[in-house]
């Protein structure tokens, strides 16, 4: 990835009462003789301003999300209305709620695992007894919540915050449409409102258009995305029994807990037979995939984060989520799809110990499920051929509507964040 962004910096930071309260956030947040850092800073200092823009690309572990709960925390304190922060994943915001009680915040979320908490949420919320609150951005699609929740912080709102924000880019890996609701929350907002965007997967190109997005005036604080404390290792290609057979053998010398990725569910649930067939039925390892109901995911997650199992055998639904500083080490066992996946699964480890282990285990057979996930979603070309004939020969009197619907999008028109 490009790191050679100009980064613009304003030239103060925080002083005062300001200085005193962000020290105090962040000693909860990391401990005591914790401070922030500069760019983290220069962060806070830009969204304590009017209509402030701020893109903040640092690896993961870096702490971004210190960033938006002290600047909620001193915007709350001066008397602005609550942080509304846009997050990808159920497991993401677990975490993030945690953060902000630790942050001594009031945080809440509404999403599909607690509907039946939605009234008192949205209560509490009208009360002004809510400081966060993280939303998926499928629920800003929802018209029923935009009555309902948004329609009442109508300009009130201190803080947006968009989370995992390289999912907003057409170029970024994890594109996700409803991203794009983010504008409309914009324009029914108060003008005034500070706007942060964080992710650590953006290459130069998705941060350039992220950045454009959200306006010419935007803030860009670009770091270095190297991690010193993962050690990196590729072996050579592997039949895949023989991968499953590593994974068996050097697990338990592997450091602490960990993560293995497998690039299919069927691939998981396999590995974690193999594994207790070598070492016991009872070895603490499990399968953690998108076939798991969600309550049974936070589960899982908390037993590793309590070091319970050894590993989690799983598939990509368990990465940007998840949270815990001492995972030890990443295993693949597949390659990921791109170097970018690669990036932002093995930054699930090392986040807060000097040493990690990652090991990529390739086969040549991968790219077979690369080139399924690639075109899975691509319609079939004969079934369009006969959509699209079928609509030009309707009897409405438009004409032929073939031409149109063969044209692609006009490239370089977007909406604005």
Do not use: C
């Not at 499953?244 to 590995?271: C, E, F, M, N, Q």
């Not at 699209?388 to 009897?395: Q, R």
């Amino acid at each position: 990835m490009t790191e050679d962004m100009t980064v613009e910096r304003p030239g103060s930071g925080l002083t005062g009462v300001r200085a005193e309260r962000a020290r105090q956030v962040i000693e909860a947040l990391a401990g005591p003789g914790a401070a922030l850092r500069a760019d983290q800073e220069t962060a806070v200092a830009a969204l304590l301003e009017p209509a402030a823009r701020v893109l903040v690309v640092q690896a993961t572990g870096w702490g971004k999300s210190a960033v938006y709960w002290v600047a909620t925390a001193l915007r709350r304190a001066e008397g602005a209305g609550p942080a509304l922060i846009v997050s990808p994943l159920l497991s993401l915001m677990r975490d993030q709620v945690a953060a902000a009680e630790r942050a001594g915040l009031r945080a809440a979320t509404l999403n599909s695992s607690n509907f039946e908490e939605w009234g008192v949420i949205e209560a509490a919320l009208a009360a002004g007894e809510v400081d966060v609150l993280l939303v998926s951005p499928e629920r800003l699609a929802n018209p029923s919540f935009g009555r309902r929740v948004l329609d009442a912080l109508e300009g009130s709102l201190g803080l947006l915050v968009i989370d995992e924000a390289h999912a907003v880019s057409d170029w970024g890996h994890d594109f996700r449409p409803d991203y794009r609701r983010v504008s409309d929350v914009l324009t029914r907002l108060h003008p005034r409102t500070p706007v942060l965007a964080t992710t650590a997967t953006a290459n130069a190109r998705v941060t350039a258009d992220v950045a454009a997005q959200l306006g010419d005036a935007t803030l860009v604080l670009r770091g270095p995305l190297a991690r010193r404390s993962l050690q990196l290792n590729v072996l050579p290609a592997l039949a895949p029994i023989t991968r499953y057979a590593w994974v068996a053998k050097h697990l338990p010398d592997l450091p602490g807990s960990g993560i293995v990725y497998a690039l299919t569910v069927a691939d998981a649930d396999r590995l974690v037979d193999g594994v207790r067939a070598v070492h016991g039925a009872g070895y603490p390892v499990a399968a953690y995939t998108g076939k798991l109901d969600p309550d049974t995911r936070a589960r899982l997650e908390d037993a590793l984060r309590a070091n319970e199992i050894k590993a989690l055998i799983a598939t990509s639904a368990l990465g940007m989520g998840f949270d815990k500083p001492d995972l030890g080490f990443v295993v693949h066992v597949g390659s990921p799809p791109s170097p970018v996946s690669y990036y932002q699964q093995v930054g699930r480890a090392g986040r807060a110990i000097d040493h990690a282990v990652v090991a990529l285990l390739p086969s040549e057979s991968d790219a077979g499920v690369w080139d399924y996930f690639a075109t899975a979603t691509i319609p079939d070309p004969q079934q369009m051929d006969r959509v699209l004939g079928a609509l030009s020969e309707d009897e409405s009197g438009e004409g032929s509507r073939r031409s149109r619907w063969r044209q692609p999008p006009v490239s370089g028109v977007r909406g604005s964040i």
